[in-house]
């Protein structure tokens, strides 16, 4: 008997509904475990999410195969265009972290070739802007630094506001010219990296 292996074709439309109702039950769910106070790796999350989008939509597949593929492509992700002329620029000038609310596992590997220290959620079991806000203060501590000498750039509400709690200066990287919809501000908003005005670096 010949071994049989399903495949699953959809179209563009059918790809970005489930590819949106995936990342709203993702939040959905990530938003019930900060409420609750509580910490859960973004793998698990994103195998409930899974779970849950398959189970509603009869997808015959196996959800944690799905997350697998999810982390694989995560890692391949590629820079920007400015991206890693402006990292090596910095470096040149001060030190550089990472500070990701993601795992280790799901983390490109570029930053292997670097002297960066990396800070993870799940390193501390902590969210940027949680409650604790563990993930800046822990910054502030390992540097020894005052927080206004440390600068934090992010796309998401969760780093400007995370590090403005901590006294960090905060640049919103907004590439897709959002609106700020927070009573606290960002020190300063960008479209790209090189836009950061080199005096402040």
């Known amino acids: 008997m010949e071994d049989f292996a399903a495949e699953l074709y959809y179209t563009e439309d059918q790809a970005k509904r489930l590819g949106e109702s995936l990342l709203a039950n993702y939040y959905a769910v990530s938003n019930e475990v900060r409420a609750l106070g509580r910490f859960s790796l973004t793998r698990d999350i994103y195998l409930q999410s899974f779970k849950n989008i398959f189970l509603h939509n009869n997808i015959q597949y196996d959800y944690k195969a799905a997350v697998d593929h999810l982390f694989e492509e995560h890692r391949a992700s590629e820079f920007y265009e400015e991206t890693e002329a402006f990292l090596e620029f910095l470096l040149k000038k001060v030190k550089v972290c990472i500070v990701s609310d993601t795992d280790e596992q799901m983390l490109p590997p570029f930053y292997k070739k670097y002297p960066i220290q990396v800070f993870t959620s799940e390193q501390f079991k902590s969210y940027k802007n949680d409650q604790a806000n563990k993930m800046f203060t822990e910054i502030i501590k390992y540097y020894e630094a005052a927080p206004e000498n440390i600068l934090h750039i992010g796309d998401s509400p ?44």
Do not use: M, S
Not at 163 to 192: C, F, M, S
């Open 158 to 201: 969760a780093d400007v506001l995370g590090a403005k709690r901590a006294g960090i200066k905060a640049v919103w990287l907004n590439r897709t010219q959002a609106n700020w919809n927070h009573e606290v501000k960002p020190d300063y908003t960008v479209r790209r990296l090189d836009e950061i005005p080199n005096n402040i670096l």
